[in-house]
């Protein structure tokens, strides 16, 4: 990098920054994307638990005679509830809080055999820890993040005539064209990039920048949230847990109409119940509230009730003001509030932030097609790289994303670990994406994997309609496969916009030279 | 030659700039006139925009001299932060 002028160094910034990083970025915010409706893709992908009316009163009764039949003499027992999102009824006994769990019907409280998928879980988990061990996830994808910032402020400081430039796009116009998209995706929903990549951070703010709790409390996060903080109620738990389980007097629970209905009117929905010594004296029921009653996030909220008396003994903790900034702060990239309106307008923010950086990585390529060697040779192998590990991440992770959706349909029910063999395929449709963009022409390669995921995506339905005997029961599930069609469309006329035309004919034929090198 | 000074670069941005970040933030959440709970929160949300910032002077910058320059405020900067820690000496 030679001395030069501001703009000029920044621009070399958001160029090579954006190219080394937009790979994982575009990862990183496409499963994002698709993690905003994580709860109706676990439905989807659950088709065998029913549609009903239960009201969470009836299904709570009916999870407790399933658990009172079954696991009686437990310490502890778990019950998810049917919510607005999501129709699952799940229990499970001792102390384990979620996962493992059995679903049971909630029409009937029986067992129900539901198949086992890695969910929409899988895609956020990806989200933040890219399925790498979850520390070094946490890690990479907050560099991630801190880069994506650099980026936004760095392409800002290039386009400072922002506005004039915005209302200047040139369609058809190859290069131009690439630019022009990009530049109008950035700046469109600007806010909104800056807002999301910056909350990222914030939820694991400690994680990456312990100096302040270094500095004033010796690294002793505890102690920096005083005793009400995030260790002690647990702890309190743990307690209550372990108290001797012979020497308390067994007792009637009671009832659990009116503890919902308290919980439900300080908490606003609920999502699940856990009872602590269950049937004695010493009976606990702790109430946590769905995700998003607030824009704070209330992740570990929780409210508890004497499980004999049904008393209120402890309400939620309510955050300091600083507190309260971080948790809002949270809560803003987690988009649990507002309702199915903010979730769609996340989900579309979304898909403008993965094509604003799929465009900016296209332009990377198309820019050095006429001259690859113009800044040396390292340079010049890193544009013949660049071109297929574009197709892959962008059409491959696509075509993944969707291809994972039809293994969940096509896989046989009773597989062993069905789940890990979902992320098998997710995992194999992705190399082979990237197999395949290197053998192909770089046009070839794009129209190809963009058709198929097209196609994956236009017929979702069937695949629903050849595999199930009732695929749309749950209207939730329907409305999954029009958003997969919508998709579908966007696809094709993403494919209709790759195509040599104009300029681009003439850049297009050098560069599939250039792949034939390869 | 170009290709070292690029990295020198890069490697000042990165780790210089998280060293700058690290130290400011300790600073930041000791002089703010709040509770200690609510200054390490407050000084914590900002390193964020203080990192990128850093990263992006690291670039600017004509010459190494005036980044590394820039970066070295680290050094008091963690003076004032750990200031009680390093009166207390090594425990």
Redesign the interface.
Known sequence: ???QT?TQ??S??HTWSGLVFGWLLFAIFLTGTLAVFDKEIDTWMRPEVPAHQVSQVEAAQRALAYLEAHHAGASAWNIGLPTERSPGLSVSAGEQRRGGGVQLDPRSGERLDVRETAGGGFFFRFHFTLDLPRDIGIWVVGLAA?VM??LL??GI?IHKKIFKEFFTFRPAKGQRSWLDAHNAAGVLVLPFHLMIA?TG??IF??I??P????????GNREA???RGGHGGGEQHQRQGGRGDQVAVASAELTDLAPVLAEATRVLGPISGLSIQNPGRANARIEARPVLGNRIELTKGMSMQFDGVTGRVLRMPNEG????L??KV?AGLHFAQFGGYPMRWLYFICGLVSSGMIATGLVLFTVKRRRRPDAE?A?AAWLYRVAEPVNVAVVAGLTLACVGMFWANRLLPVDLAQRGGWEVRVFFAIWALSLGHACLRPTLAAWREQLGLAALLCLALPLASFLTLEEPWAEPGRCLLELTALACGLLLVWTIRKVRPRGEEAATGRPSRKLAEVN | MKGAMTLSRVLAAVFGGYLFTYAFTAALARLLPMAPGDAMIVATLASFLIYALAILWAFACKSLWRMWGGLALALPLALVGFWPQLMRGPA
Request: net charge neutral; hydrophobic share 60%; charged share 10%.
């Open positions: 990098m030679k001395p501001l160094s920044m070399w910034l801190m910032l650099v402020i760095s400081i910056y951070l914030v703010y400690l990456y920048m100096a302040a709790v270094d500095a004033m409390f010796d920096a949230f005083g300091r003001p600083a507190q900034t971080q702060m040396g390292t």
